[in-house]
């Protein structure tokens, strides 16, 4: 490989770098708020322990898309779904980020990135479907975890990326477990709000 191509790509992985610091709305146990980049990492995490279940799918492609899914929010951050507005196209936005991100590497690898991004935001691919079920799998995972503010929404949470969840078996039964706490922890909220006022 030309140092000229190795350059490139290690621009490219500086540029990336700018994930670590963008902050979701999501709050860890300890009380800060969640980076992309965690949530990215136990994404991946996530779809390793249930490896097992994806025997059917390429759990590569499962895993580069676990990686690639958020990365053009590296250059205009996370629009948290609650915040998301009708009429302004996140997903738009997101692209265009993420071709202004990957501008340093060759063709092919760009091609092969933007190809896997937008079969998540298609979920166009079974790969793609199962990424999208554990992203919001792992979201919920966080809310529930997270030292979260007296006026959380957990109600929220409880039709959050359902549509997803909902199309597989196993998720299903995994959504139904983080449901039960969801709603151990909309209840426990709830009471919070009624005895501080």
């Known amino acids: 490989m030309e140092p000229v191509e190795i350059q490139r790509r290690l621009a490219f992985i500086q540029g990336a770098e700018k994930l670590k610091s963008v902050l979701r709305s999501s709050i860890t146990s300890d009380g800060r708020k969640e980076s992309t980049a965690e949530?990215?990492?136990r994404l991946c995490l996530l779809a390793m322990v249930f490896e097992d279940h994806f025997q059917h799918l390429d759990f590569a492609k499962v895993l580069k898309i676990c990686i690639l899914h958020d990365l053009g929010e590296a250059i205009s951050g996370d629009i948290p779904a609650v915040n998301q507005v009708s009429g302004i196209d996140k997903s738009a936005q997101e692209r265009e980020d993420l071709l202004l991100l990957m501008q340093p590497l060759n063709t092919r690898i760009r091609e092969e990135f933007l190809l896997l991004w937008e079969e998540y935001e298609n979920a166009s691919t079974?790969?793609?479907?199962a990424v999208k079920a554990l992203d919001?799998?792992?979201?919920?995972?966080?809310?529930n975890q997270g030292a979260n503010p007296p006026d959380f929404d957990y109600e929220f949470n409880l039709s959050y990326g359902k549509k997803y969840t909902d199309a597989d078996p196993l998720f299903s039964r995994i959504r139904a477990l983080i449901d039960e706490e969801t709603q151990r922890n909309a209840l426990a909220s709830?009471?919070?709000?009624e005895n501080g006022s």
Do not use: F, N, S, V
């Open 136 to 143: 919001k799998i792992e979201t919920l995972i966080q809310h």
């Open 190 to 193: 709830r009471r919070e709000g």
């Open 39 to 41: 949530h990215t990492w």
């Open 126 to 129: 079974p790969e793609a479907r």
